[in-house]
């Protein structure tokens, strides 16, 4: 609906206005979104939202170099570790030209959706599906003589990354490191905030057991088996009646 032509009401309570229209099945579509209310919240908390640590709940606050690389150093003597940028986070496109300009750089090597590439190679992606791409910077082994190394590193791949750096521990996981926002006790890192992060319809902020709709659909195994000490034919209940149909067959009974 078009809005007032006033600067100001008062006395009036709030109030949400929908179009009388056919309503959407779609199971993503909420109040907050058909009004856009909910574009606003997710500003809202992107801005002025302060993160804190899910282990000890301080404030999170941005990292340094020094102590990324100290807490990268922490790691095991002896483990093979990649310094990899990640340029590209869950975003559509084909990054060419991207990748193009990597390579001119003098970069050899990069890790798209998890699978390691060459740069050098004739290299496809969707446009139409969202990507992690990382460009590989370093590989090195832990030990107290890699520190200056390791501290280049990381500043390159920070450059490129928005102050993002990704240690991928060979054989283990991936550790995020970030010089906006990380816990100075606990380690974990965190990027900067960002509407999508706020969003269900999103990957990057959608949980990842029910995907955003909200509910999980699963099977109770006690309304389909409400007695355990039936037959299967007088047991079995699906949709609220027995499916199952008896037949004859030489004499038994077959289903």
């Known amino acids: 609906m078009e809005k007032p032509d006033v600067e100001l009401i008062e006395g009036l309570s709030p109030a ?12 993503r579509s909420t109040v907050g979104t058909v009004t856009e209310i909910y574009d606003y919240i997710r500003l809202l908390y992107a ?13 999170i606050e941005k990292q340094t170099i020094d102590q990324i690389v100290d807490n990268i150093m922490e790691l095991e003597e002896g483990t093979k570790i990649q310094v990899l940028s990640p340029v590209v986070r869950g975003r559509k496109g084909e990054y060419k030209k991207l990748l193009e300009d990597f390579s001119k750089e003098g970069f050899v090597r990069a890790k798209i959706d998890g699978e390691v590439v060459e740069l050098t190679d004739d290299i496809e992606i969707d446009r139409k599906k969202k990507h992690n791409i990382e460009i590989i910077v370093d590989r090195l082994v832990v030990k107290p003589e890699i520190r200056n190394r390791l501290a280049e590193s990381v500043e390159t791949a ?14 283990d996981s991936e550790k995020l490191f970030s010089g906006n926002y990380a816990c100075p006790d606990c380690g974990v890192s965190f990027e900067e905030l960002t509407p999508r992060m706020f969003s269900f319809n999103n990957p990057m902020g959608a949980c990842p057991n029910c995907t955003g709709i909200g509910y999980l659909m699963k099977m109770d195994e006690d309304l389909i088996i409400p007695d355990k000490d039936k037959t299967l034919y007088d047991g079995v209940k699906a949709f609220g009646a027995s499916t199952m149909k008896k037949r004859r067959y030489n004499g038994k009974n077959v289903f």
């Open 16 to 27: 949400i206005s929908i179009d009388q229209k056919t309503t959407s099945r779609n199971p």
């Open 47 to 59: 801005r002025i939202g302060v993160p804190h640590c899910p282990n000890c709940g301080k404030k």
């Open 158 to 171: 920070m450059k490129y990354a928005n102050s993002l750096v990704l240690i991928d521990v060979i054989g």
